[in-house]
């Protein structure tokens, strides 16, 4: 973790620590926090760079509660520009202003200013996170968020130590120059290496430094509950230890039914919870994040890796003198083991939350891909990745609008939306085409056709209680990523996925009605398709969005409008006290 070289006086002037308050006789607590949230300075591959970071951390400090507590945090914004936490998985039942999505439940936080977030934590169990969610900050401005059960009991053997393992991306570009140049349409730049829990790993050397390695320590015969979350930017990472496997219990907040295998594969926005039994030979193994990348259209993307050690007592500092094993990775280009390792997963069959809506009330059928529009005024211009173009993403043909001066949730809630957003978004894109033809990648007469597209607020509106499935369909149109879509406020049962386009009558087999995963992630594999129901039974503005940067930027995203039900308990409160409502210029009043 990267720390401070010195103490500075503006975290002399506060508590960083974290404030909480212990769990009497088994009751729920409250759990309080200061996130300082500043720039420092950091050195790696022999260049300095300025990145941003809460308490001098990288990653930033874990929250720790148990299922039930409350958690109040106090984010000081020391940048010079405004920025949002989000709590990314935590349901938020009824908390909807507190879920830190910028532009959407609020405003940014302004420079020199506070803000406090208070919220419960209820019915989950397991490893989510949080991260800044405003332009690219959450690269460096994130951490682990762990939910342990209130009885202390796992559907699993006790592990001696749980550890977050954080995989993430180190970039020497000043991140919120990547984000203006995004928006532009430059999606040039890449990251310079990956790194677990901020190491960059012997593997990613220069010629004036040797770079740390993540070390995780172990006994023989003890097992780890390894947390696997993946707060890249742009990469689905594989993540592999060599001589151990793996058992992979939890994913998002929620068991699963124990799954062996010796590689983890975990997207962006996700968490996936393993355990791995310290059962080889006392000596030192090599673990390995490699990213990993769609070969289209640009198979020339930089290989993106970070190298620890895990370490048993009683090895020699020399592993006696012989090499330290490596694991074997995939290629960095074969999507494949993605798509089986996620398939594999089953939820952990609960009586009280896998209930499965069998009937469904509104069916959505979305694309995801990219397009294009005219740059400035123009209403034509040449198409085919023209410099008369700027690319964005869609969800049916639609790329989103982002608000850069007022939060949605607040517009709602006043009900002063007109001229901000239409509650049109199409359940269907305008026509259908073979999603998945590969020819669609580069640029020819295929794919112009069904490049142009536009910008706007388009969100959905679901009355309280609606059955809703969603099958997102990801399409090769300018390009052939994955899409790991992430949903506020909800966990969804992933139902099924599958390769190639969705066919009702052949793929509706395929639905696990029994014990599907429950997931606030969805990773739509690369050139296939996902099938999700849910319940909206949490009132609010939930956004809706791929968790690559770049795509969210580019407009893969909506959101959706949750009414209020028939009763109080089923109703979204007035904003608390803490809530502070947009000012004129975009950021939140002080």
Same mark, same amino acid.
């Given at each position: 973790?990267?720390?401070?070289?010195?103490?500075?006086?503006?975290?002399?002037?506060?508590?960083? %620590?974290?404030?909480?308050?212990?769990?009497?006789?088994?009751?729920?607590?409250?759990?309080?926090?200061?996130?300082?949230?500043?720039?420092?300075?950091?050195?790696?591959?022999?260049?300095?760079?300025?990145?941003?970071?809460?308490?001098?951390?990288?990653?930033?400090?874990?929250?720790?509660?148990?299922? &039930?507590?409350?958690?109040?945090?106090?984010?000081?914004?020391?940048?010079?520009?405004?920025?949002?936490?989000?709590?990314?998985?935590?349901?938020?039942?009824?908390?909807?202003?507190?879920?830190?999505?910028?532009?959407?439940? *609020?405003?940014?936080?302004? +420079?020199?200013?506070?803000?406090?977030?208070? $919220?419960?934590?209820?019915?989950?169990?397991?490893?989510?996170?949080?991260?800044?969610?405003?332009?690219?900050?959450?690269?460096?401005?994130?951490?682990?968020?762990?939910?342990?059960?209130?009885?202390?009991?796992?559907?699993? +053997?006790?592990?001696?130590?749980?550890?977050?393992?954080?995989?993430?991306?180190?970039?020497?570009?000043?991140?919120?120059?990547?984000?203006?140049?995004?928006?532009?349409?430059?999606?040039?730049?890449?990251?310079? #290496?990956?790194?677990?829990?901020?190491?960059?790993?012997?593997?990613?050397?220069?010629?004036?430094? /040797?770079?740390?390695?993540?070390?995780?320590?172990?006994?023989?015969?003890? #097992?780890?509950?390894?947390?696997?979350?993946? =707060?890249?930017?742009?990469?689905?990472?594989?993540?592999?230890?060599?001589?151990?496997?793996?058992?992979?219990?939890?994913?998002?907040? !929620?068991?699963?039914?124990?799954?062996?295998?010796?590689?983890?594969?975990?997207?962006?926005?996700?968490?996936?919870?393993?355990?791995?039994?310290?059962?080889?030979?006392?000596?030192?193994?090599?673990?390995?994040?490699?990213?990993?990348?769609? +070969?289209?259209?640009?198979?020339?993307?930089?290989?993106?890796?970070?190298?620890?050690?895990?370490?048993?007592?009683? %090895?020699?500092?020399? !592993?006696?003198?012989?090499?330290?094993?490596?694991?074997?990775? @995939?290629?960095?280009?074969?999507?494949?083991?993605?798509?089986?390792?996620?398939?594999?997963?089953?939820?952990?069959?609960?009586?009280?939350?896998?209930?499965?809506?069998?009937?469904?009330?509104?069916?959505?059928?979305?694309?995801?891909?990219?397009?294009?529009?005219?740059?400035?005024?123009? =209403?034509?211009?040449?198409?085919?990745?023209?410099?008369?173009?700027?690319? /964005?993403?869609?969800?049916?043909?639609?790329?989103?609008?982002?608000?850069?001066?007022?939060?949605?949730?607040?517009?709602?809630?006043?009900?002063?939306?007109?001229?901000?957003?239409? *509650?049109?978004?199409?359940?269907?894109?305008?026509?259908?085409?073979?999603? =998945?033809?590969?020819?669609?990648?580069?640029?020819?007469?295929?794919?112009?056709?069904?490049?142009?597209?536009?910008?706007?607020?388009?969100?959905?509106?679901?009355?309280?209680?609606?059955?809703?499935?969603?099958?997102?369909?990801?399409?090769?149109?300018?390009?052939?990523?994955?899409?790991?879509?992430?949903?506020?406020?909800?966990? /969804?049962?992933?139902?099924?996925?599958?390769?190639?386009?969705?066919?009702?009558?052949?793929?509706?087999?395929?639905?696990?009605?029994?014990?599907?995963?429950?997931?606030?992630?969805?990773?739509?594999?690369?050139?296939?398709?996902?099938?999700?129901?849910?319940? =909206?039974?949490? @009132?609010?503005?939930?956004?809706?969005?791929?968790?690559?940067?770049?795509?969210?930027?580019? &407009?893969?995203?909506?959101?959706?409008?949750?009414?209020?039900?028939?009763?109080?308990?089923? #109703?979204?409160?007035?904003?608390?006290?803490? $809530?502070?409502?947009?000012?004129? !210029?975009?950021?939140?009043?002080?």
């Amino acid at each position: 973790m990267e720390k401070l070289s010195m103490v500075t006086s503006l975290l002399c002037a506060i508590t960083v %620590a974290v404030l909480a308050v212990a769990v009497v006789s088994g009751e729920a607590a409250v759990v309080e926090h200061t996130f300082v949230v500043h720039e420092m300075n950091a050195t790696h591959l022999c260049n300095t760079t300025k990145i941003y970071v809460v308490n001098g951390q990288f990653p930033g400090p874990t929250v720790d509660v148990t299922e &039930g507590d409350t958690v109040v945090v106090h984010v000081i914004n020391k940048l010079p520009f405004g920025l949002t936490i989000h709590w990314h998985g935590v349901r938020q039942m009824r908390s909807c202003w507190a879920d830190g999505a910028g532009f959407v439940t *609020e405003c940014p936080i302004p +420079p020199g200013n506070e803000h406090t977030y208070r $919220f419960n934590v209820t019915g989950q169990v397991g490893t989510l996170w949080w991260h800044a969610h405003v332009t690219c900050l959450r690269a460096t401005i994130n951490g682990a968020f762990i939910v342990r059960p209130r009885d202390g009991k796992y559907p699993f +053997p006790t592990p001696a130590k749980d550890v977050p393992i954080i995989i993430g991306e180190w970039w020497e570009l000043d991140l919120i120059e990547l984000d203006r140049r995004m928006m532009d349409g430059n999606f040039d730049d890449n990251p310079l #290496s990956a790194t677990i829990n901020g190491k960059l790993g012997d593997l990613s050397n220069c010629s004036r430094m /040797v770079e740390e390695s993540f070390i995780l320590d172990v006994k023989h015969g003890e #097992s780890y509950l390894l947390r696997v979350i993946n =707060t890249a930017l742009f990469s689905e990472y594989y993540f592999r230890v060599a001589g151990h496997t793996f058992t992979v219990v939890g994913a998002d907040g !929620n068991y699963l039914t124990p799954f062996k295998t010796d590689m983890v594969t975990v997207a962006p926005g996700e968490a996936i919870d393993v355990i791995m039994v310290a059962d080889a030979p006392p000596a030192h193994y090599h673990m390995i994040a490699l990213a990993n990348q769609p +070969p289209e259209p640009d198979p020339q993307i930089p290989v993106f890796t970070s190298r620890g050690l895990v370490r048993y007592a009683g %090895a020699t500092a020399n !592993n006696n003198g012989l090499p330290v094993p490596m694991p074997i990775m @995939p290629n960095q280009h074969n999507t494949m083991p993605s798509y089986y390792f996620h398939a594999n997963l089953t939820g952990l069959a609960h009586p009280e939350r896998h209930r499965v809506p069998m009937h469904v009330d509104e069916r959505l059928f979305v694309t995801l891909g990219l397009g294009s529009i005219c740059r400035g005024q123009n =209403t034509t211009c040449k198409r085919r990745r023209s410099p008369e173009t700027i690319v /964005v993403a869609t969800m049916n043909n639609v790329s989103f609008a982002h608000p850069k001066t007022t939060a949605l949730l607040e517009r709602y809630y006043d009900g002063t939306s007109k001229g901000v957003y239409t *509650e049109d978004f199409p359940i269907r894109p305008p026509r259908p085409f073979n999603y =998945t033809n590969r020819d669609l990648i580069p640029p020819g007469p295929l794919e112009e056709a069904l490049e142009p597209t536009f910008k706007a607020t388009k969100l959905k509106r679901f009355k309280y209680n609606t059955s809703v499935e969603i099958i997102f369909q990801s399409t090769t149109l300018m390009q052939s990523d994955s899409n790991p879509m992430h949903l506020h406020g909800y966990d /969804v049962f992933l139902l099924a996925q599958g390769l190639g386009n969705f066919n009702a009558k052949r793929d509706v087999r395929k639905f696990n009605y029994h014990n599907p995963q429950l997931r606030n992630t969805v990773q739509v594999p690369r050139g296939g398709w996902a099938a999700i129901r849910f319940v =909206t039974d949490n @009132p609010g503005m939930w956004y809706l969005h791929c968790h690559f940067e770049f795509h969210i930027i580019m &407009g893969m995203a909506t959101a959706f409008i949750v009414e209020d039900g028939p009763t109080p308990e089923t #109703s979204l409160p007035p904003p608390p006290p803490e $809530f502070k409502r947009c000012g004129n !210029n975009g950021l939140s009043q002080p």
